[in-house]
């Protein structure tokens, strides 16, 4: 029997050499969307989400409302516009080797993410993927953001939730499919696949992954 196989792959830090959730909050700086104040904090909550000692859907909810009002439309095109400029590059070359490998043996490309819809879906028209899960925010009629995100957020144990619905749906066995990440955070979903991947990981992940004898790359 032939089973459907997928590979996800974590955005920042994983495909990418960076954090990109720095970049934008650098764009929206230099843009006048946010203040120097407001700039330090999601730098500071970069670094501590790194660490996991955040409550990082309170820290996701405060900067999700400062959205409120605009037109999801326009943060569409602006996302577009700002992921082909300073963020495609930024692609790590054991990324582009791997997904390239998937690829030819028939996987499903899948980015799963904790970044917005708008990045999510910007990555996947970039480079090709199959389809992405990560997180989206409800409009009002108008098209006008709430300022809230749809749960469950896309980001630790959420993220399994989010694979595993998709993976029902379309008969993707995850006892057979891969998920690539970076962060300790992830280690949820790294449990859920049969094929656990840890890439250029944070020190507490790369000791979990050796005791736990996963495999460890270096993109
Ligand atoms: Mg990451």
């Excluded at 934008?24 to 970069?46: D, P, Y």
């Amino acid at each position: 029997m032939s089973r459907r196989i997928a590979a996800f792959f974590d955005l920042d830090r994983t495909l990418l050499e960076v954090n990109s959730a720095g970049l934008w909050a650098k764009h929206e700086l230099l843009g006048g969307n946010i203040s120097a104040r407001q700039f330090a904090r999601v730098v500071l909550w970069n670094t501590l989400y790194h660490l996991s000692i955040i409550d990082i859907e309170a820290a996701f909810r405060e900067a999700v409302a400062h959205y409120r009002g605009r037109r999801y439309r326009d943060l569409e095109e602006e996302t577009r516009q700002w992921f082909a400029r300073e963020v495609a590059h930024r692609i790590r070359p054991g990324a582009r080797r791997t997904l390239r490998e998937h690829r030819e043996q028939g996987h499903d490309l899948v980015l799963l993410t904790s970044a917005s819809a708008f990045e999510a879906r910007a990555a996947v028209e970039t480079w090709s993927l199959d389809d992405y899960l990560s997180n989206d925010f409800p409009t009002d009629d108008d098209g006008r953001l709430l300022g809230t995100f749809v749960p469950p957020l896309c980001y630790g144990e959420g993220k399994v939730r989010r694979a595993q619905a998709w993976a029902s749906e379309r008969e993707v066995d995850l006892a057979h499919s891969y998920f690539y990440s970076d962060s300790l955070t992830d280690f949820p979903m790294l449990r859920a696949v049969g094929y656990p991947r840890v890439v250029s990981p944070d020190p507490r992940l790369r000791r979990a992954a050796k005791r736990l004898g996963w495999p460890i790359l270096e993109w």
